[in-house]
């Protein structure tokens, strides 16, 4: 059974770190990309980032160069590092694989707040 498994979230104060991590099953992660997005109270679900198998990353405009979406085929785990975080980060982040079918973990507090 293929499970997405995230840790990581809690409250930060705004200008602070969390680091989310994302466990998955090596049948789906070593072959696909795997992603980050979040949901906002009221809000639609949006992409954060995203990492291919090889390298390749993109990310949502309002992280870029705050958020680093990394991946560790050794461990079937990728990570998201969220520098100077703010108020408007808050939300459940979810993990992502873009595997056939696609999953998603259980999801991840994020709060950031003084």
């Known amino acids: 059974q293929v499970q997405l498994v995230e840790s990581g979230g809690g409250l930060v104060q705004p200008g602070g770190s969390l680091r989310l991590s994302c466990s998955a099953s090596?049948?789906?992660?070593?072959?696909?990309?795997m992603g980050w997005y979040r949901q906002a109270p009221g809000k639609q679900r949006d992409m954060v980032a995203t990492?291919?198998?090889?390298?390749?990353?993109d990310y949502a405009d309002s992280v870029k160069g705050r958020f680093t979406i990394s991946r560790d085929n050794a461990k079937n785990t990728v990570y998201l590092q969220m520098n100077n975080l703010k108020p408007e980060d808050t939300a459940v982040y979810y993990c992502r694989s873009f595997s056939t079918p696609g999953y998603w973990g259980q999801g991840t507090q994020v709060t950031v707040s003084s």
């Open positions: 990492a291919a198998p090889y390298g390749y990353t």
């Open positions: 090596g049948s789906i992660f070593q072959t696909n990309a």
